[in-house]
């Protein structure tokens, strides 16, 4: 039986070792074990939920814009 785990950051790779206490061979080690069998996606640009949480302080939070043409909208 497989197991899908998920582990989102962030942080880029290079930006890790400061998680753990500036140690780079734990950090590395522990990367390339992550890393292995993964899928790794990059994304660009403010998430929505860090877009929305800065606007609910000042009252100003908007909903996300609509998907783009030919996209499937995500299910609420």
């Known amino acids: 039986m ?3 785990w998920w ?3 962030n942080l880029n790779f290079s930006e890790w070792p400061r998680v753990f206490g500036g140690d780079e061979k734990l ?7 992550l ?3 993964a899928t790794i996606i990059t ?4 998430s ?10 000042t ?3 908007t909903d996300p814009p609509p998907p783009e043409k030919g996209s499937k ?4």
């Open 2 to 4: 497989q197991h899908a």
């Open 7 to 9: 582990i989102t950051t």
């Open 27 to 33: 950090t590395a080690a522990l990367l390339d074990r």
């Open 35 to 37: 890393a292995e069998a």
């Open 43 to 46: 994304t660009r640009g403010r």
């Open 48 to 57: 929505y939920r860090m877009r929305n949480r800065k606007g609910a302080a």
């Open 59 to 61: 009252g100003t939070a």
């Open 73 to 76: 909208a995500p299910r609420a």
